[in-house]
């Protein structure tokens, strides 16, 4: 199972922290990825870490993954937040040790938490 938190309501130029934790799976042996769906869009990848990380081009260097794996654990640090980074965001876990850039290739997802860029 998988839980994000960490979302909210922030102004342009702010950042928030999103977390992905698992509980059941070790996430150290999978790759999580991070995905978003804007309203009347289709749901897109943002970024992911297994052995190495990517990033989409709309966040990098705006967005950095980490994890720590005591705490079972992945983190979406977002900084520079614009409106269009408005979504819901998901997290998702495959048991892999390479980037997965592709939604489908996912097993467990978590329920989403909801990231507004507003002023």
């Known amino acids: 199972q998988l839980v994000e938190s960490g979302g909210g309501l922030v102004h342009p130029g702010g950042s928030l922290t999103l977390s992905c934790s698992a509980s059941?799976?070790?996430?150290?042996?999978?790759?999580i990825g991070w995905f978003r769906q804007a309203p009347g869009k289709q749901r897109e990848g943002v970024a992911c870490?297994?052995?190495?990380?990517t990033y989409t081009d709309s966040v990098k260097g705006r967005f950095t993954l980490s994890r720590d794996n005591a705490k079972n654990t992945v983190y979406l640090q977002m900084n520079s937040l614009k409106p269009e980074d408005t979504a819901v965001y998901y997290c998702?876990?495959?048991?892999?040790?390479?980037?997965?850039?592709?939604?489908?290739?996912?097993?467990?997802w978590g329920q989403g938490t909801q990231v507004t860029v507003s002023s």
């Open positions: 998702a876990a495959r048991l892999s040790i390479l980037v997965m850039t592709n939604q489908r290739q996912y097993d467990y």
């Open positions: 870490i297994s052995r190495a990380t």
């Open positions: 059941g799976i070790e996430l150290d042996y999978y790759a």
